[in-house]
């Protein structure tokens, strides 16, 4: 079966719901290394990939709640900084929830972020600001994703049901607005049920 958060994850910029334009005008060669801070399911991680492939970057993607250990940073990260790409791309390390990593760890990837600044950008996403540690926040752009109007998800969410040729008996966005104010603002978390509650 296909998940559809998977199968409707957004593939462009103007496709990420509510997403700050200012992101997008600083995708280039010359970007910051990032710090994307919100709500689960804001568009965080899909903003993050979607940078990777419009820049065509080589990339390494860790999720941090699951690679947290010191050994990833020492291991995975700096043999992945240690080489420039063959055609002088930009390299990204994508350290998805990084609020889950513990602060020597975080430590240590100030360090990697000073020596490669030359040619790896890092983009770091978290629910909790808090846990980012100074020294991280201060070498990135901190982007914080608001949360997305909920018109705008309801038109999402219709599409991905019109795409689905889900039909609607009630002929009206009452049941979808319901989904939307439950689960508001995890866009992610209504799409999945979405999905389960017309599989039934």
């Given at each position: 079966?296909?998940i559809?958060?998977?199968?409707y994850?957004p593939?462009k910029?103007?496709d990420?719901?509510?997403l700050?334009?200012s992101?997008?005008?600083?995708?280039?060669?010359?970007?910051?290394n990032?710090?994307?801070?919100g709500?689960?399911?804001?568009?965080?991680t899909?903003?993050?990939?979607?940078i990777i492939?419009?820049?065509?970057?080589?990339s390494l993607?860790l999720?941090?709640s699951l690679d947290?250990?010191?050994e990833v940073?020492?291991e995975?990260?700096?043999e992945f900084?240690?080489?420039?790409?063959?055609?002088?791309?930009?390299?990204?390390?994508?350290m998805d929830e990084?609020?889950g990593?513990?602060p020597?760890?975080?430590?240590a990837?100030?360090?990697v972020?000073e020596t490669?600044s030359?040619?790896?950008?890092?983009?770091?996403?978290?629910?909790?600001?808090?846990?980012?540690?100074?020294?991280?926040?201060?070498?990135?752009?901190v982007?914080?994703f608001?949360?997305?109007?909920?018109d705008?998800i309801?038109d999402r969410l219709?599409?991905i049901l019109?795409q689905?040729?889900?039909?609607n008996?009630?002929?009206?966005?009452e049941?979808?607005m319901?989904l939307?104010?439950k689960?508001?603002?995890?866009?992610?978390?209504?799409i999945?049920e979405l999905?389960?509650?017309?599989?039934?």
């Open positions: 079966m296909t559809w958060c998977e199968k994850r593939q910029f103007e990420v719901i509510g700050d334009q992101i997008v005008n600083m995708i280039n060669k010359d970007m910051p990032f710090l994307f801070v709500s689960p399911g804001t568009g965080k899909t903003t993050a990939k979607i492939k419009t820049l065509n970057a080589d993607i999720n941090s947290r250990k010191i940073v020492r995975r990260v700096r900084s240690r080489t420039m790409s063959h055609d002088n791309k930009l390299k990204i390390i994508f990084a609020d990593l513990l020597v760890v975080q430590e990837l100030r360090n972020i490669y030359d040619y790896v950008r890092f983009i770091f996403t978290a629910n909790n600001e808090g846990k980012i540690i100074d020294a991280i926040k201060s070498r990135c752009a982007m914080r608001a949360e997305p109007q909920k705008d309801l219709n599409f019109n689905e040729v889900v039909h008996p009630n002929e009206t966005d049941p979808v319901t939307i104010d689960l508001y603002p995890d866009i992610r978390h209504m999945n999905q389960r509650l017309t599989k039934n």
